[in-house]
């Protein structure tokens, strides 16, 4: 965990899942460091300055080549439930920054200094017993994105959310506010949905989860997620959009443009119905990945399995300059032409270029 040479500071603390992933055996996405006290007044000292958030107290500085954030102790309340908080103080002590934190296996220090572990909260019982407990009653209120983390730590680490703590989130799921930070709520969905699992999904479903985005009813669909994901989506980045996409009513978020097309050409796709091959290609060329698998799982999963295993890549290489070169004037012909060669590489996938042109010249010659 020790990534760079700080032991010099008895102040500064690694905090969170840097700390709870290190006693678990596991690797850590991240590291969070934070100073007993104003980071930005005393910590400067430690290396090259790259960044100040006064409001915030935090700062970024760069330690043998490497940039650092540091982030000062602080206490914060919330005024407007649901939104970003208010810094109350900043540079307050360990215990009282503490309380601003998510569930209590995340509330774990370890000093850099000399490596001892600080636990206020029972974070290390709850680590043992594989438990997800929030600090205080409002944590739900404050903060609903804490119940879409909850459920990414409940899959990532196997660990189930604590009687109380599930009672009171399921109190909040039957009340929810949705003056509340969407943004936010966007970015705990594309962590956690992009997981690309339909075990955490179910859960995100059946446990009403997805009333933080939609108060509309929304059921399991018929179809898979995850192997459709595994096998035809490649790197997409937007794989938590696919499930998200089942609510169908995502007027809350705000979307990319990449997104919403995503959605659009969903929408375009699901009320069709194809009556053969030549259908299908045209239905599905230059449609978004997403958009088919979340047609696969909403409306005919065959027929989108049918379009990636045998349709799909499926061109043709004649062009517009080869009709030119053998005699065919630019017309709106051309497009009859390219149809229906089309449709016939769609029987015949192995045709050659030859191949192409003598079907031009045997079906449109004069």
């Known amino acids: 965990m020790d990534i760079i040479n700080l032991k010099d500071n008895p102040k500064l603390y690694y905090v969170g899942g840097v700390v709870r992933d290190e006693l678990l055996g596991r690797e850590s996405l991240d590291v969070d460091i934070v ?13 090259e300055v790259i960044r100040v958030n006064p409001d915030f107290g ?3 500085v760069k330690v043998q080549g490497r940039e650092v954030d540091i982030a000062s102790t602080r206490t914060e309340r919330y005024d407007n439930k649901g939104h970003l908080p208010q810094v109350e103080k900043i540079g307050c002590t360990l215990k009282e920054d503490v309380l601003r934190r ?5 509330s774990l220090y370890k000093s850099i200094s000399t490596g001892e572990i600080f636990d206020f909260t029972g974070g290390l019982e709850d680590l043992k017993n594989k438990k997800l407990r929030v600090l205080h009653d409002k944590s739900f209120v404050d903060d609903p994105t804490r119940i879409i983390r909850a459920l990414k730590f409940s899959h990532r680490l196997g660990f189930e959310l604590e009687d109380y703590t599930k009672k009171l989130r399921d109190e909040y799921l039957e ?4 003056d509340m930070c969407f943004k936010r709520i966007k970015k705990e969905l594309i962590e956690t949905l992009g997981l690309n699992s339909d075990e955490l999904f179910e859960k995100f479903i059946n446990e009403k989860i997805y009333k933080l985005v939609t108060p509309k009813e929304v059921k399991w669909p018929s179809a898979g997620i995850e192997n459709l994901v595994n096998k035809y989506s490649l790197n997409s980045d937007n794989i938590w959009l696919i499930y998200a996409g089942v609510l169908l009513d995502l007027s809350r978020l ?3 443009r990449k997104e919403q097309k995503i959605l659009d050409d969903f929408n375009e796709l699901e009320p069709l119905n194809f009556e053969n091959d030549f259908e299908i290609y045209r239905a599905f060329e230059n449609k978004e990945i997403e958009s088919i698998i979340l047609f696969a799982v909403l409306k005919d999963e065959k027929i989108a399995r049918y379009y990636f295993d045998n349709l799909r890549g499926i061109k043709i290489q004649i062009t ?12 709106p012909k051309y497009k009859e032409i390219f149809d229906f060669i089309l449709a016939k590489k769609l029987e015949n996938p192995k045709m050659t270029f030859s191949d192409e042109i003598n079907f031009v010249k045997e079906n449109f010659s004069d």
């Open 35 to 47: 100073y007993e006290g104003n980071a930005i007044e005393d910590c400067a000292s430690i290396g």
């Open 58 to 60: 935090t700062i970024r």
């Open 102 to 106: 998510d569930f209590t296996v995340n």
């Open 175 to 178: 009340n929810i506010d949705y």
């Open 254 to 256: 705000e979307l990319t």
């Open 320 to 331: 517009g300059k080869d009709l030119e070169n053998i005699g065919f004037e630019p017309s």
